[in-house]
């Protein structure tokens, strides 16, 4: 593969996106250079789960086509990309990483709403990307291949948008569309080193997707820089009449928003997340290191105490995983439970049978927890922490260990507390590379902000990533994968 | 609260889901688990639960 393919390829979309326009390069070398990094890599990486070569050429000739002769549609036009296999798009099925489903079953009814604006903006899907079985995390045998880190193949690529982490780490693509309903796109993006966001919960379309966890899931977007986050957000957000959770709110021109300092903006350390006990030693000087930065771009950073934010997390297994396993229930648990992963079946099983008065009881305290977070938000413009507590595991350390009652609530705590006190209060929240672990591992800052304050992260982080260069060092992939040249 | 694996067995029958036997426990820790934290939930944060409704945070409705 020569450097300029390459190199290609690990630009930002934004960057990208100029070439194309300025018809430096043309759509098309952009997707063989893509393709040909799927076929090199991918028997390795397992971030795809279908790709159709022959579509995605033709879909890209027309955009050089197109931009020739003069219409070109902006800044996705002519990008390649992926999905997270749960979402539908025409001519790709819907394996959503299970083998419950039958052939049949996986075919696509229609577009989702995010497939059909983004190639209305002229992005072109190349096709669907690897996940843990149905989105749900903790699948422990992959129907379509294990996924592995781009930076070091033993070690876990996190989950549940687990390909769609890989693929723009890997210069797959130029940007990849997930899921978050937990974490499922700041864990793959912190993991992998790209930039992934929770949008606020209504602000991006869920028509389209299987999820089932109506009062958490989101649709959002990983890619490698915040700019280019900025400009899918662009053309993804808004309401739509298919989803009745969608909000009739304006959007936003986010990449007008990017530049500038921090100068006046107060940030603040959630103590009880960042400092949690047990938090790895690289990660917290990682983030020390990251608080300084932005310290340095003019935000005044203090610390706040958010006491409830630990029981966001049983808070959501008790009530999103019960909505979950309430459809699963009737659909295919029942009748195909064989047919689970076995870390599926036995986590929607135990959801399956929380009592209705304690599903109760935990969404009023979801409520309470809710509102501790959004107190906070009033008093500062962004909430920071670490995206994750370790670093990158070796992929056998990180399946999930049901196996004894000692200490299980403090240990069930400790893997998510990062993720879920902003995706049980449902803000916008997004992950940032903030350097390596000594043996090479991506580590990553996560901003927050208030509902609809997608703009506010979106500065944070921008300005970040223009005082670090965390961003642009990406994986020698002929070398971390030991490919032959 | 710690639920063992006949109670499971039951509460799985009830929903109509048969369970291999060499399962039960896993799914016995794992509800175990996720009804002690709400036992400590219920300990700390009861008396203010008792003053709001569940409402799903999906209609965002804040000042913001």
């Not at chain 1, 795809?48 to 020739?68: F, G, K, Y």
């Not at chain 1, 419950?100 to 190349?126: F, H, N, S």
């Not at chain 1, 705590?413 to 902003?422: A, E, G, Q």
């Not at chain 1, 000594?438 to 304050?453: C, D, I, M, T, Y």
């Given at each position: ?48 789960i279908t ?34 296999d749960q ?5 790709f099925p819907t394996t959503l990483g299970t083998q419950?489903l039958?052939e049949?079953e996986t ?21 669907k990307?690897n996940l843990?079985e ?9 129907p379509y ?341 | ?64």
């Amino acid at each position: 593969m020569s450097n300029s393919s390459v190199n290609l390829c690990y630009l930002s979309a934004s960057e990208q996106a100029l070439m194309i326009k300025s018809r430096e390069i043309s759509p098309v070398d952009l997707m063989e250079a893509s393709l040909e990094r799927i076929e090199r890599y991918d028997q390795t990486l397992k971030a795809w789960i279908t790709v159709n070569p022959e579509s995605a050429m033709e879909q890209a000739r027309n955009a050089e086509a197109e931009i020739t002769a003069g219409r070109y549609l902006g800044p996705l036009h002519g990008l390649p990309f992926g999905v997270k296999d749960q979402m539908h798009a025409l001519g790709f099925p819907t394996t959503l990483g299970t083998q419950v489903l039958d052939e049949q079953e996986t075919r696509p009814p229609y577009d989702a709403t995010v497939v059909k604006k983004l190639a209305e903006a002229g992005a072109i899907l190349i096709g669907k990307q690897n996940l843990h079985e149905f989105g749900k995390g903790g699948t422990i045998k992959f129907p379509y291949g294990q996924p592995r880190n781009p930076w070091n193949p033993a070690h876990d690529a996190s989950s549940s948008s687990t390909g769609s982490g890989i693929a723009p780490a890997a210069g797959q693509c130029s940007f990849a569309i997930g899921e978050d309903t937990g974490g499922s796109i700041r864990g793959p993006a912190s993991c992998n080193g790209v930039v992934g966001l929770r949008p606020t919960h209504g602000r991006v379309s869920r028509h389209g997707g299987v999820m089932e966890a109506y009062t958490s899931d989101t649709f959002g977007p990983l890619a490698r820089s915040v700019q280019d986050i900025a400009a899918i957000m662009e053309v993804i957000s808004g309401q739509d009449p298919n989803d009745p959770l969608s909000i009739p709110r304006p959007v936003p021109r986010y990449t007008k928003l990017l530049d500038g300092d921090l100068k006046g903006m107060k940030l603040a350390v959630v103590r009880e997340i960042a400092y949690v006990d047990g938090i790895h030693d690289e990660v917290r000087k990682g983030f020390e290191a990251a608080i300084e930065v932005l310290r340095e771009q003019g935000a005044v950073i203090e610390e706040v105490s958010l006491p409830w934010a630990k029981w966001a997390v049983p808070l959501q297994l008790l009530t999103a995983d019960a909505d979950v396993a309430s459809w699963f229930l009737v659909n295919y648990l029942r009748d195909r439970y064989d047919r689970f992963d076995v870390g599926t079946r036995t986590r929607l099983s135990a959801s399956s049978l929380i009592p209705a008065t304690v599903y109760n009881r935990a969404m009023r305290a979801r409520r309470l927890v809710r509102e501790q977070v959004l107190e906070a938000m009033r008093r500062y413009d962004a909430l920071i922490t670490p995206t994750n507590v370790f670093p990158p595991r070796l992929i056998e350390d990180t399946r999930e260990k049901v196996d004894g009652t000692t200490d299980v609530v403090p240990r069930l705590i400790l893997r998510r507390i990062t993720h879920y006190p902003f995706s049980l209060s449902n803000v916008p929240v997004i992950s940032v590379p903030m350097g390596f672990s000594e043996k090479g591992l991506p580590l990553a800052l996560q901003v927050a902000s208030r509902p609809f304050g997608e703009s506010t992260i979106f500065r944070v982080g921008h300005v970040y990533q223009q005082a670090t260069d965390w961003h642009t060092q990406h994986p020698d992939l002929d070398k971390t994968l030991n490919i032959a040249t | 609260m710690e639920l063992n694996v006949e109670q499971i067995r039951v509460l799985s029958e009830m929903q109509g889901l048969k369970i291999p036997e060499k399962e039960l426990n896993n799914i016995a820790i794992r509800l175990s688990t996720w009804l002690t934290a709400m036992e400590q939930i219920e300990t700390e944060m009861g008396a203010r639960m008792n003053e709001v409704d569940p409402i799903p945070p999906v209609f965002p409705r804040e000042e913001f």
